[in-house]
């Protein structure tokens, strides 16, 4: 509070200089009351003072108003709402809806030849640009002395490249040198350096402050390994860890990361394929405010488990998103999400998991009945199943689709080429089924007897 007063005081101008300024406060004289709102409305007022210039000082009066450009707390708001406008840290967007396998699972998913070709032609993941937009905080650094510090502070926030070349400038730069630089950043970010080396990392390592760390990202940088620095002063900070496609990620590194990050919230490790059930056991008992999850892969999916999973989910309830792909799950730890985060889970993706069978969606997704009175899944929004193929029961899918879409919640279930067939089969079986119900029921109402309704010459006989 007293670091707030005494900015808000040094914002205002300094009256205490003034040599005019009398020792007390004069006292403003009453004002005679008159009966008439003009004094003399015939007779011009006198001029107190024939020769007013004679008043104006030799000297003009040096101003005690500071620039807006001199005073710190403004400068720190434009240069922040500059960079919160400009700059855009590199990471890939969520798609919509995932690249077709084929042409002809195109045509099942749109219908149309158009779409369908628009479709395979699209790009799996854009990744947004990196950098300032105009040059807006380079710009920044040249306006004066406090302009230049207050952005170099801003810029250290958020360290982010996406250039091998010139993250290697930079770490030769710093290391060559006796240099000053210290940055404190809350986001670190590494975007798509498939050739970095961990040297790299580990000449920059000790000109960085990572208590303040609270993002943290290795995207598609596969030679590279965090190491105990990037935690240990202030790992209790850190709520996102995403590392994907990384080759040295192992065991001991989530070993490490449970001890030292008890607040993570976003845990993304896909494709980290020496990552096992030993690793995920850790962060299951030490981090429980987890929302966000992904251990997917295309390899050794049989070092993840329901027995590591299982802890993992019933330690943190709150799961938003949870993917799973390609991992050998069973139908227990589908289970444990529907006990647990039934009421947070929206996202859920078990494309590729060999062990999935009836015994888990189709029963959790079933309407609610005598024998399974609880609705599961409510707040679900994209289920991904493709090459679940030991599913065949989708008319409990179906009908929790449409009951979603009829609350107003917009599902996308995702699925491969052959189950597409098969859940079409399944909708015009059951499109089939309601139409012969329709038509029965009015059947029945046209031919009873016992409808309720008047005989015809009983109405005529009413009406005499």
């Given amino acids: 509070n007293s670091t707030t007063d005494n900015s808000d005081l040094e914002s205002l101008p300094d009256l205490t200089e003034d040599d005019g300024t009398p020792t007390t406060t004069p006292l403003k004289r009453r004002p005679s009351i008159k009966s008439c709102f003009f004094q003399d409305p015939i007779q011009p007022k006198k001029l107190l ?15 005690a108003s500071p620039s807006i450009f001199d005073i710190p707390e403004l400068v720190h708001k434009i240069v922040e709402y500059a960079s919160l406008q400009n700059t855009v840290i590199p990471q890939e967007s ?28 699209q790009k799996q993941y854009q990744s947004e640009k990196p950098g300032s937009c105009n040059g807006v905080l380079f710009n920044c650094l040249q306006v004066n002395k406090l302009f230049y510090q207050v952005t170099m502070e801003v810029l250290s926030k958020n360290f982010f490249f996406s250039d091998e070349i010139q993250f290697s400038k930079l770490a030769a730069s710093i290391s060559t040198r006796t240099c000053q630089l210290k940055l404190k950043p809350t986001s670190f970010v590494l975007h798509k350096l498939f050739m970095l080396k961990q040297s790299a990392i580990d000449m920059i390592k000790d000109h960085i ?14 030679k590279l390994y965090p190491t105990i620095e990037f935690f240990q002063l ?10 994907t496609g990384s080759k040295v990620i192992d065991d001991e590194f989530l070993i490490m990361v449970s001890k ?12 980290c394929e020496l990552v096992s059930d030993s690793g995920v056991y850790q962060i299951a008992k030490n981090c429980r405010k987890l929302t966000n999850i992904n251990f997917g892969r295309k390899q050794r999916g049989h070092l993840i488990t329901d027995s590591s999973l299982s802890i993992l989910i019933s330690n943190n309830r709150g799961l938003v998103t949870v993917g799973l792909a390609g991992c050998h799950v069973s139908d227990r730890a589908v289970w444990d999400l529907a006990v647990h985060c039934s009421g947070s889970l929206q996202r859920l993706s078990l494309n590729n998991c060999p062990y999935i069978t009836n015994q888990s969606i189709p029963l959790i997704l079933t309407r609610p009945n005598i024998n399974y009175p609880t609705s599961y899944f409510q707040n679900l929004s994209v289920l991904e199943l493709r090459f679940d193929v030991q599913i065949t029961n989708w008319q409990p899918i179906i009908e929790f689709k449409r009951r979603q879409e009829y609350r ?7 699925v491969c080429e052959t189950l597409m067939v098969r859940m079409r089969q399944h909708e015009l079986e059951m499109d089939r089924a309601i139409s012969q119900r329709i038509f029965r029921d009015i059947l029945d109402w046209v031919n009873d007897a016992n409808d309720g309704d008047l005989l015809y010459h009983q109405l005529l006989e009413s009406r005499r």
């Fill in 234 to 243: 202030g790992g209790h900070r850190l709520k996102k860890l995403i590392i």
């Fill in 94 to 121: 969520t798609p919509v809806r995932r690249k077709p396998l084929s042409y002809n699972h195109a045509m099942l998913i749109h219908g149309n030849k158009e779409q369908a070709e628009s479709a395979l032609l």
């Fill in 408 to 414: 107003g919640i917009s599902i996308l279930i995702e």
């Fill in 260 to 271: 030292h990050c008890p607040n993570l919230e976003v845990l993304d490790i896909r494709a």
């Fill in 49 to 63: 003072f024939t020769n007013p210039s004679a008043l104006l000082p030799s000297t003009p009066l040096s101003s």
């Fill in 209 to 222: 402050d990572f208590s303040d760390l609270e993002w943290l990202e290795l995207y598609m940088c596969p």
